[in-house]
Structure formats: C-alpha cells, structure tokens
C-alpha cells in the first residue's frame, strides 16, 4: 500500500555542521507535507511543512525540500545544535484523507559537541 | 496554555485489565487522534474523531475502542489489555481546516503503558 517511507534510520553530525534528512513517499495523492521534531520522553513538535505547489519552504534554521517528480522530500538544518538531537518524523496528507497523516518510521540524529 | 493534555503518563496493567486513557484540548480543535507508537514501526493511528459524537476506525483499531462525548475530550479504552498493548500512546488533535487549509496536527506528551 502506500507509505512514507525514510532513507536513514541514523543520522550522526558535529555540532555547526548542516544536518540533511530525507524521506520518501509513494503515494502520489499526497498534496501536503509535515517535519516533526520528537525529543527523547515528549510527544512529536511541529517544525515545517509545505504544500505540493510548492518546492521549498524555509522557517529558523530548516528548510523543506519537495521534489514531487521523485516523490522525495528532505529537512536541512543549518548549524546544527545539540538541542537538535531527536527523531525526526515526516508525515505525508493526501486528498481525500479526511485529514489523516501517514508517518514516516523516523531519523534519529544525534548531534555530537 | 496547556494544548493537547494526556493522563495518566505512566501505567502498569496486567493481562485482562481494563483503563480508560484520557485526551483533553484546550484549542477548541475539531479532530481529534489517537496513535500508537512502537520501536522501528512509527506512529500508527489508533482511532480518530472529526467532531464531537463522531469516531472512526484508523490504522490499527482491534482492541480498543474511543468516545467523544464533550469536544475537548477524546477518550481511548482498552477493555481487556493484551501484552501486545505495550506501548506508547499519543493523543493529537488538529483544527477544522477549509478548503486549502492545513492539517498539522498538535500532539500530547504521550501515555507509557505496560501490559505483564
């Protein structure tokens, strides 16, 4: 069935290194687009999304990629800190879904000093 | 401002027992979630509603069942807990969206449940 789907289970980058996530999803009715943020013991935080009109969006220090063409869509964080270290979900909303979001499995990144 | 509130955050049930976890918004949102979420397979959903009265099966529903009396509540029952129970539960709700609109979706801190 379809599915989002992560390239990385594991990330590992120095402290001020630039930090690059991927995600793939093969649903090709997915027209919205969500990061989250889960720190070890919390509930997922929303980062960024981005709509599928769209190929990139930027917030503080991330940016959103989406390459509809190969379904792939990637978060970059620029200056990685150490409170950057969590799991890292991307979720994927399609028409029609009656706004249920399909999870990627995660990237955990951790962020060495 | 409190968000999406979950209790208990810790239990411990045997084999046969039954709980009742509690989902409480303080966003005035319309749809509310329940997900579960075990190492290596993510979030899966649970249960959701898209408005106060209403519930849906979602992802992986067997074993439990939800209610949705008040719409700030969302209420997750476990009426004969299985060691395959064991696990993490998340509540999220989100706001009614419009046409065009976004479906991000605020979680709780979570409810850590072991089932012996």
């Known amino acids: 069935g379809e599915s989002v789907g992560l390239h990385l289970p594991t990330l590992s980058v120095q402290e001020g290194d630039n930090s690059i996530i991927n995600c793939a999803y093969s649903?090709?009715?997915?027209?919205?687009f969500i990061w989250y943020k889960q720190e070890s013991g919390k509930g997922p935080q929303f980062i960024i999304d981005i709509r599928s009109n769209m190929d990139k969006r930027q917030g503080q220090r991330v940016t959103v990629l989406l390459n509809k063409t190969v379904k792939h869509l990637s978060l970059q964080i620029a200056a990685t800190q150490p409170g950057d270290s969590a799991v890292y979900f991307c979720a994927e909303n399609s028409r029609g879904s009656n706004y249920k979001l399909t999870f990627g499995k995660g990237t955990l990144l951790t962020v060495n000093p | 401002n409190a968000g999406v509130t979950q209790t208990p955050k810790f239990r411990v049930l045997k084999t046969g027992q039954s709980m009742t976890l509690l989902c409480a918004q303080d966003?005035?949102?319309?749809?509310m979630y329940w997900y579960r979420q075990d190492p290596g397979m993510g979030l899966r959903l649970i249960h959701y509603s898209v408005g106060e009265g209403t519930t849906a099966k979602g992802e992986v529903p067997d074993g439990y069942n939800v209610s949705r009396l008040k719409k700030q509540n969302f209420l997750l029952g476990l009426e004969s807990a299985a060691p395959s129970q064991t696990s993490v539960y998340f509540c999220a709700s989100s706001p009614t969206t419009l046409m065009g609109a976004k479906n991000i979706q605020y979680f709780g801190a979570g409810t850590r449940l072991s089932v012996l």
């Open positions: 649903n090709s009715a997915s027209d919205y």
């Open positions: 966003m005035n949102h319309e749809y």
